[in-house]
């Protein structure tokens, strides 16, 4: 099992730039498929992006794409998202999310397919 724990969330001006951190423990963490979702409030909770265990693939939600990047330190057991451009839709509460052990080379893009998660960050982007 992996405990997550998201870091790096905060209030930004629309057009400014944050970096997200989620730190994991357990587990080999290079084992594990991981992904950004977001939730905002009334909403569902909705997909941000992924990356395989390796880093070697990644996927994006149409929204992100161009603005975000996602990225891994295997030898620090963390994983982060670059979030650039931010605009007030981008407000949320921002999750962190590990599936594994994985033994492909893929990325999930769903909520089902994460079963370990942490607790979130608030992401506030203000006009």
């Known amino acids: 099992q992996v405990q997550l724990a998201e870091s790096g969330g905060g209030l930004v001006q629309a057009g400014g730039s944050l970096r997200l951190s989620c730190a994991a423990s357990?587990?080999?963490?290079?084992?594990?498929?991981m992904g950004w979702f977001r939730q905002a409030p009334g909403k569902e909770r909705q997909f941000v992006a992924a990356?395989?265990?390796?880093?070697?693939?990644?996927a994006y939600a149409d929204s992100v794409k161009g603005r975000f990047t996602i990225s891994r330190d295997n030898a620090k057991n963390t994983m982060y998202l670059q979030m650039n451009s931010l605009s007030p839709e981008d407000t949320a509460a921002y999750y962190c999310?590990?599936?594994?052990?994985?033994?492909?080379?893929?990325?999930?893009?769903?909520?089902?397919?994460?079963?370990?998660w942490g607790q979130g960050t608030q992401v506030t982007v203000s006009t």
């Open positions: 999310a590990a599936r594994g052990p994985d033994y492909t080379i893929s990325v999930f893009t769903t909520v089902g397919e994460y079963p370990y």
């Open positions: 357990g587990r080999t963490f290079s084992s594990y498929a």
């Open positions: 990356i395989s265990r390796n880093g070697g693939r990644t």
